[in-house]
């Protein structure tokens, strides 16, 4: 079980480019989120998808903000176009099914400057 | 009023103290979880529990639903124990979406 991989682990931008963060779940995990967190606001769920759809997308910011899960073993986020208070931590977390322990990647610290 | 609350917000400690960290809420709820974030960064899932108390070696989990308040114990602590500690719930209504609370930060020093 190699646990959630996001990649990158570091990302610096400039202003208005666009960002692209990756995750790939544990396998056989059903559900899938996307977090964001920052020093003044902790952690906020972005997104979440179930069996590849997403379930609630509440939490994305703003249209800059897009998250696709093609397939079981593959999800992104999308900034387009970045701005410097997208600065934060972005973690992708899974869990086998719905109302269970989630496991979280390691995380992608997201610089925009 | 955040609907999860923690406290303390910091907390340090000597080496083998017993620790307690709190957690209350103010909405209903299908599962409580506390998570353990690492000065690196990483966040592991301790517990999740939705009635009565849980135990994995040095820790412990309790919940008391009708009061809508949580502890986590720690025995025994140690150096590498320092973390922040998260409390988030999981609202009883028909969603897998977390509300976090803003951590308690453990220090503890030999």
């Known amino acids: 079980d190699a646990g959630v991989i996001q990649s990158p682990r570091h990302e610096v931008t400039e202003m208005g480019q666009e960002v692209t963060l990756r995750c790939k779940p544990i396998?056989?995990?059903?559900?899938l989120f996307w977090y964001r967190q920052t020093m003044m606001r902790g952690l906020e769920l972005l997104i979440y998808?179930?069996?590849?759809?997403?379930?609630?997308d509440s939490g994305m910011p703003e249209d800059r903000f897009s998250a696709k899960m093609p397939n079981a073993s593959f999800s992104t986020l999308k900034i387009q176009p970045s701005e410097p208070r997208d600065s934060a931590v972005y973690f992708c977390?899974?869990?086998?099914?719905?109302?269970?322990?989630?496991?979280f990647g390691n995380g992608t610290r997201l610089t925009v400057t | 009023k955040n609907e999860v609350e923690q406290s303390p917000q910091n907390l340090t400690a000597q080496e083998g103290e017993f620790i307690t960290i709190n957690c209350s809420y103010s909405v209903g709820i299908s599962a409580l979880h506390w998570l353990q974030q690492h000065p690196g960064g990483g966040i592991v899932s301790l517990f999740m529990?939705?009635?009565g108390k849980k135990k994995h070696g040095r820790l412990i989990a309790t919940i008391n639903i009708q009061e809508k308040h949580s502890s986590l114990h720690i025995t025994a602590s140690h150096p590498r124990d320092s973390a922040v500690y998260i409390c988030a719930v999981r609202p009883d209504y028909n969603t897998d979406k977390l509300i976090f609370g803003t951590g308690t930060r453990l220090q503890v020093f030999p």
């Open positions: 977390a899974s869990s086998p099914r719905y109302n269970s322990p989630l496991h």
């Open positions: 998808f179930n069996n590849n759809v997403p379930i609630d």
């Open positions: 396998s056989g995990h059903n559900s």
């Open positions: 529990l939705s009635s």
